[in-house]
């Protein structure tokens, strides 16, 4: 069982930045692969970035490529999700996400965190 806490959102202007941070409990950290997922007032839920086990490799969605990083601490249980150039349309619930397989997309997904709502405002 792993239990996913996430923390960083918050209302920010277009161009600004936010980091979210994902905390997970548990010792098996390591064994999942992380992400991040997205959604926004009557849209699908969405998948935005995801990391290895490791931490060497990275996927992007496209329409965050360039703007948004995932990044891991495995020391500390810890997924980031660095998001810079925030445009309005960015605005959505994020979850952190944990998969024991790739975690490219929704039904992939093991563990769900609670979300955290990111607002950007124009």
């Known amino acids: 069982q792993v239990q996913l806490v996430e923390s960083g959102g918050g209302l920010v202007q277009a161009g600004g930045s936010l980091r979210l941070s994902c905390a997970a409990s548990?010792?098996?950290?390591?064994?999942?692969?992380m992400g991040w997922f997205r959604q926004a007032p009557g849209k699908e839920r969405e998948f935005v970035v995801g990391?290895?086990?490791?931490?060497?490799?990275?996927y992007d969605a496209d329409s965050v490529k360039g703007r948004f990083t995932i990044s891991r601490d495995n020391a500390k249980n810890t997924v980031y999700l660095q998001m810079n150039s925030l445009k309005p349309e960015d605005t959505a619930v994020y979850y952190c996400?944990?998969?024991?397989?790739?975690?490219?997309?929704?039904?992939?997904?093991?563990?769900w965190g609670k979300g955290t709502l990111v607002t950007v405002s124009s």
């Open positions: 548990g010792r098996t950290f390591v064994t999942y692969a």
């Open positions: 990391i290895s086990r490791n931490g060497g490799s990275r």
């Open positions: 996400a944990a998969a024991l397989g790739l975690v490219l997309t929704p039904a992939n997904v093991d563990y």
